[in-house]
């Protein structure tokens, strides 16, 4: 099945997309702060294992590893969310 990431800044529709994810039956991590997945991203191991229980993990540090799980996940989609400065 197909991996997606979030991949935009926190407050730009993150949460939107989390719940989006959700409605539509999918499995989706939202501020995935778990003690495994960030000692993964600290010793650079960016296959990271909680993508073997979810379709879609956003927030946190996946703006910030966007280049390392593109490499780890060449098969995912991307979705990058924006928010207008003024809003």
């Not at 997606?4 to 997309?17: A, D, M, V, W």
């Not at 946190?60 to 990058?80: D, K, N, S, V």
């Amino acid at each position: 099945m197909t991996k997606y990431f979030g991949i935009g800044l926190p407050r730009t529709g993150t949460s939107s997309l989390h719940h989006a994810f959700l409605a539509l039956g999918l499995r989706s991590i939202h501020h995935h702060a778990d003690a495994r997945t960030r000692r993964q991203v600290e010793l650079a191991d960016y296959r990271l294992d909680i993508m073997e229980t979810t379709d879609l993990l956003c927030d946190h540090a996946t703006p910030i590893i966007f280049p390392q799980l593109l490499t780890a996940f060449p098969e995912a989609r991307f979705i990058y969310t924006l928010r207008d400065e003024d809003s």
